[in-house]
Each structure stands twice: as C-alpha cells, then as structure tokens.
T-cell receptor
Framework: SAVISQKPSRDICQRGTSLTIQCQVDSQVTMMFWYRQQPGQSLTLIATANQGSEATYESGFVIDKFPISRPNLTFSTLTVSNMSPEDSSIYLC?????????FGQGTRLTVV | QKEVEQNSGPLSVPEGAIASLNCTYSDRGSQSFFWYRQYSGKSPELIMSIYSNGDKEDGRFTAQLNKASQYVSLLIRDSQPSDSATYLCASYDNNNDMRFGAGTRLTVKP
C-alpha cells in the first residue's frame, strides 16, 4: 500500500481566490494523479503529474485554472485558481503502486 | 472514448443477502480491474483487484472477470449494514490510464 498525506482536508474559500492543495507520499512514485469528485459523482481525472516535466491535463482542464507542481518524487501540489462556486468539490490525489491506485484523504472545497 | 460503466443504483439488499455489483468496460486493452469502496465523505479504498478471467475470492467478497464479455462483477456475501457505501469499478490499461466508473450506491438494510 501507499500512505498519502493530503492537506488541507477541507476549506471554505471566497470566489476569485486560489487554493493550493498538497500531497505527500511515503515513498517515491513516478506519477501522481489529481482527481475531482463532485457530489454524487465518480472520480474525474484532472491531470497526471510527472516529476521533472509539465503535467498532462485531461480534456476540459487547463493549466491556467489548475496549475500543478511536482518538485520531487514524493510531493505534488494542485492549485485551484480564480475559484467560482462551480469549483466546489472534493479533490483527491492518487498514486499507483503495482497498478493499484491509492488515494489521499481528499480536500473538500466549498467556494462561496 | 474509453469507458467504464456501472449501474448507479441505488442497490438495496437486506442484511445477510448477497449483493451483486456489475461493471462493463470498453477498452479491450485493459489489463487490471479493481473494486473500490467509498464511504460518504471519505476517499476510495481498494477492496479487490482481479487480473485474469474467472473468480477471485477474499473473505465475503468475490470478484469475477470475463474479458471476452468485458465484464467485471463484485459479489458481497452475507451483506452487513457496514457494507453500505458506493462501490467504484476501475480498469487500468497498458498506457497507465486508470478509468473509474460512476459508482454503485449500495444500502444494506438491517
């Protein structure tokens, strides 16, 4: 298994501001994944973060809105920029180990 | 578009019954399949993985895979109220793409 520490666990933010979510993994991993899960919905992949290169974004997600950093093999951040109420969701980071996916505790974001 | 599809439910079963959760996938290149359980407000946790055709049993859980039919299922025997959660089916292919279904919400009634 993998131990992933994600923070903050929740936040309430004003529209127009930005929030940075951090994920720390207990060991080195090549790829880290960022997901969004809206209420009652499944996981939607935002982007894949590789160390030393730019993140790869899925259709519908852009770097200006969701900038990602991956400074080393155990850490990544996702920023939700210029937030609107539509960004209210749970954000999850994930890593795979032996093809199995493990998740951080999630960040519950509410934009008011 | 590579898809993993599940019946969203809700699926309701009485305590002690067998809960049957089903999933189909569209990408024949998928090699590995997983079932995750997600309690409300929590992150998904892996409960079963299956890689080859047939059945795989772990305690009260049995995963079934049929690659010809592109079908994966999860059976939960002797269902308990604590099994009430959303169950996510996922597939993993050779391109390192993990795809999740929308999830099936299961309620086990005492």
């Amino acid at each position: 298994s993998a131990v992933i520490s994600q923070k903050p666990s929740r936040d309430i933010c004003q529209r127009g501001t930005s929030l940075t979510i951090q994920c720390q993994v207990d060991s080195q991993v090549t790829m880290m994944f960022w997901y969004r899960q809206q209420p009652g919905q499944s996981l939607t992949l935002i982007a894949t973060a590789n160390q030393g290169s730019e993140a790869t974004y899925e259709s519908g997600f852009v770097i200006d809105k969701f900038p990602i950093s991956r400074p080393n093999l155990t850490f990544s951040t996702l920023t939700v920029s210029n937030m609107s109420p539509e960004d209210s969701s749970i954000y999850l980071c994930s890593v795979t180990r032996n093809t199995e996916a493990f998740f951080g505790q999630g960040t519950r974001l509410t934009v008011v | 578009q590579k898809e993993v599809e599940q019946n969203s439910g809700p699926l309701s079963v009485p305590e002690g019954a067998i809960a049957s959760l089903n999933c189909t996938y569209s990408d024949r290149g998928s090699q590995s399949f997983f079932w995750y359980r997600q309690y409300s407000g929590k992150s998904p946790e892996l409960i079963m993985s299956i890689y080859s055709n047939g059945d795989k049993e772990d305690g009260r859980f049995t995963a079934q895979l049929n690659k010809a039919s592109q079908y994966v299922s999860l059976l939960i025997r002797d269902s308990q109220p604590s099994d009430s959660a959303t169950y996510l089916c996922a597939s993993y292919d050779n391109n390192n793409d993990m795809r999740f279904g929308a999830g099936t919400r299961l309620t086990v009634k005492p």
